[in-house]
């Protein structure tokens, strides 16, 4: 079946921009994550959705991050105000429970200029 | 606060080799503890997810072990093929799912 997909696969913004992300979770997954990797970093948590329950923000940098996520569909990540230290590639995964494997989008790469 | 490492950062051995990846997490109340391979340019596939109740997954050519008391897990790659160079990511899971992920250990082998 299909995977998580992930869109656009490359945004080019100036700094001050906002941006918007969209993740397509794996269909039935009640799970959904964004992670970011800076370049020579390793992956960050953002933000966690679990069906209907409240998300866990606890990994967003700073209130220029929000997230959404329609029922248990699809997720907008929105950074306004972007700033150059946002570039980074935005993954976004699910999974079946909130312990379960998680299944990784392509990702999508951003470039504040 | 979680911390994952990775040992070695990179490696490289001819094809035919047998390897170990070692990963080192600080806080042993994980709930699982899974391994991905990335490639150039693409996502994160799954390997194998250990839960915090076993000791061992395998999958092919591939046995992740996990000792929780002494907060280490390791990753056998047997007979290495140049189709398994990439970089090699370990992560803990909470018990919110949420992943705390190593730096990776990327993975070069050479025909």
């Known amino acids: 079946g299909a995977g998580v997909s992930q869109s656009p696969s490359n945004k080019v913004t100036e700094k001050g921009k906002d941006v918007e992300l969209r993740c397509d979770p794996i269909?039935?997954?009640?799970?959904l994550y964004w992670y970011r990797q800076r370049l020579g970093q390793g992956l960050e948590f953002l933000i966690y959705f679990q069906g209907n329950s409240a998300p866990d923000k606890s990994g967003l940098p700073s209130d220029r991050f929000s997230a959404e996520r329609t029922g248990e569909s699809v997720s907008t990540l929105t950074i306004q105000r972007t700033q150059q230290e946002d570039s980074a590639v935005y993954l976004c995964?699910?999974?079946?429970?909130?312990?379960?494997?998680?299944?990784f989008g392509p990702g999508t790469r951003l470039t504040v200029l | 606060k979680q911390e994952v490492t990775q040992i070695p950062a990179a490696l490289s051995v001819p094809e035919g080799e047998n390897l170990v990846l070692n990963c080192s997490f600080t806080?042993?109340?994980?709930?699982?503890l899974q391994w991905f391979r990335q490639d150039p340019g693409k996502g994160l596939t799954s390997l194998l997810l250990i839960q915090s109740s076993q000791r061992e997954q395998t999958s092919g050519r591939l046995n992740a072990s996990l000792d929780k008391s002494s907060g280490r897990s390791t990753l056998y790659i047997a007979a290495s093929q140049p189709g398994d160079s990439a970089t090699y990511l370990c992560a803990a899971g909470g018990s919110q799912g949420n992943l705390i992920f190593g730096k990776g250990t990327k993975l070069s082998v050479k025909p």
């Open positions: 995964a699910s999974g079946n429970s909130g312990t379960d494997t998680q299944y």
């Open positions: 806080d042993s109340a994980i709930y699982n």
């Open positions: 269909s039935g997954h009640t799970a």
